[in-house]
């Protein structure tokens, strides 16, 4: 088992910045993926950003030029750098990491982007 936890949601304006993190702990040997997944309220949990274990990254269109991922291997350690943040970026953001064919999730953070 893998355990996620997320930290550094919370309430930003429009424009603003924040950075979320997630610590993976647990049974995380060979551990592949990471990533952020979002869910806005009403709406389907939908891919933001991955990152493998060799540092290839994958963005959502939505956030290309704005998030950026990146991660610590060393600290088993996920992060998404948000700038330029908008209101539709408003959502509960889940950590995610793959290890062979098992996918984990941590237990959300609330992101809130006031206009």
């Known amino acids: 088992q893998v355990q996620l936890v997320e930290s550094g949601g919370g309430l930003v304006q429009a424009g603003g910045s924040l950075k979320l993190s997630c610590a993976a702990s647990?049974?995380?040997?060979?551990?592949?993926?990471m990533g952020w997944y979002r869910q806005a309220l009403g709406k389907q949990r939908e891919l933001v950003a991955t990152i493998t274990s060799g540092g290839t990254t994958n963005y959502a269109d939505s956030v290309k030029g704005r998030f950026t991922i990146s991660r610590d291997n060393a600290k088993n350690t996920v992060y998404l750098q948000m700038n330029s943040l908008k209101p539709e970026d408003t959502a509960v953001y889940y950590c995610?990491?793959?290890?062979?064919?098992?996918?984990?999730w941590g237990q959300g953070t609330q992101v809130t982007v006031s206009s």
């Open positions: 995610m990491c793959s290890k062979r064919v098992y996918v984990y």
């Open positions: 647990g049974s995380i040997i060979s551990i592949n993926a």
